[in-house]
């Protein structure tokens, strides 16, 4: 299984940091799969019991961090791991933990399906941003809390603190509404791991009935980077939509978080609006603003 690691970052190109989560999650998986696998192949056909946990574990990372590695290998142990379809229903999430919120996409559905039934679409801008948290480990009197987590209930003390919380928020565009739908505790995700997870984001989205016209995030390079994986290209003279499945979506960039980039210099002007209106009267005002 090590062999099998380190050669994913050759031909699947995943991030050091991603082959360092799944090194932590495949410690016990080894004698399980080949397990599956010889049963399977004695039976002639897929097992239909129940995966033990450190598969799950093991699956959900891998998945996790790139769709394409987990298909390569899910072929290379003749399919001992389980289809992506059921690994995708394992991140779902209840009582607040890192992942996807099962309780957000149970909402979305009957939404959506009371909107199909009116003769109308639910239409989305799927919005993504992360946020700064404390580093820091802390015993909840259940499990230590602190460590990233991406949903898959890894307790290692060797993983890394979380530095920042990745947020998933679906806003209606046809409606007054907006919902969180995921989120996760990170220590930095690049650009290539960022598109694996939005690519599972809008299969989750689809599924429930819902079309996501747009994705929006601020300018960071990671976010850049997450939108070229995509297929995006930003350049004005050369703009290219991110396409999944073959529907075509625009990608923006939130102008608002550059502006309030600490890198921006000081101020050492003030710029004042003047706002000039004509009276009932025919008399001039004017308002500062």
């Known amino acids: ?60 990372t891998l998945n996790f961090y790139s769709t394409r590695a987990y298909k390569y290998v899910r072929d290379t142990f003749e399919l001992a791991l389980p289809h992506p379809s059921v690994v995708s229903s394992w991140y779902k999430t209840i009582d607040g933990e890192p992942g996807f919120t099962k309780e957000s996409f149970d909402v979305l559905s009957r939404h959506a399906q009371k909107q199909q039934q009116a003769g109308h679409q639910t239409l989305c801008n799927l919005t993504i941003d992360e ?16 460590y990233v987590d991406i949903g898959h209930n890894i307790e290692d003390d060797s993983m890394p603190a979380a530095t920042e919380a990745l947020v998933f928020l679906v806003v209606c565009v046809n409606g007054s509404w907006k919902l969180p739908v995921a989120y996760f505790l990170l220590d930095g995700l690049k650009g290539k791991d960022r598109a694996n997870l939005i690519n599972i984001c809008l299969q989750r989205l689809y599924e429930v009935g819902v079309t996501v016209l747009c994705i929006t995030c601020d300018g960071a ?9 995509l297929g995006a290209k930003m350049s004005p003279d050369d703009l290219q939509h991110i396409e999944w499945d073959g529907k075509k979506y625009r990608g923006y960039v939130d102008i608002g ?13 003030a710029l004042v609006f003047l706002v000039v209106c004509v009276n009932g009267s025919g008399g001039m005002c004017k308002q500062d603003v």
């Open 1 to 60: 299984m090590t062999e099998i690691i380190q050669s994913l970052k050759q031909t699947n190109n995943m991030t050091d940091s991603a082959l360092d989560v799944l090194q932590l999650s495949s410690s016990d998986i080894t004698a399980d799969m080949l397990k599956r696998l010889s049963s399977q192949k004695r039976s002639g056909h897929l097992l239909r019991t129940k995966y033990g946990i450190a598969l799950r574990k093991f699956a959900m």
């Open 131 to 146: 946020m700064a948290i404390r580093k820091h480990i802390e015993w909840d009197g259940k499990k230590y809390r602190g």
């Open 221 to 229: 390079a990671s976010n850049v980077a997450m939108f070229a994986e």
């Open 257 to 269: 978080h550059n502006i309030e980039d600490d890198s921006m210099p000081a101020a050492t002007e």
